[in-house]
């Protein structure tokens, strides 16, 4: 489902923000997903009283990667 749309799948986006056999392969930050998506989504846990600690971790590791990638 997810190849069958108009533009760029999110598949393919996906396999250009992350080269895991790159020297270095810390994922690039994506226009919305690391800094604007995965916090939202933990906020939204959060406000409706969930407790979803994989979500919590992934917010955290979101926001090293986003300062990570500031930092190159």
Known sequence: MMR?????????RWQKAFNPSAKDPLPKSGRNVMNKDIPLACD?????GLDLPITEQ???????????????
């Not at 749309?5 to 393919?12: E, F």
């Not at 939204?44 to 409706?48: G, K």
């Not at 992934?58 to 190159?72: D, F």
């Open 44 to 48: 939204l846990a959060r406000l409706y």
């Open 58 to 72: 992934l917010g955290k590791a979101a926001m090293r990667i986003v300062k990570a990638n500031e930092s190159r």
């Open 4 to 12: 069958q749309t108009g533009h760029d799948s999110v598949l393919n």
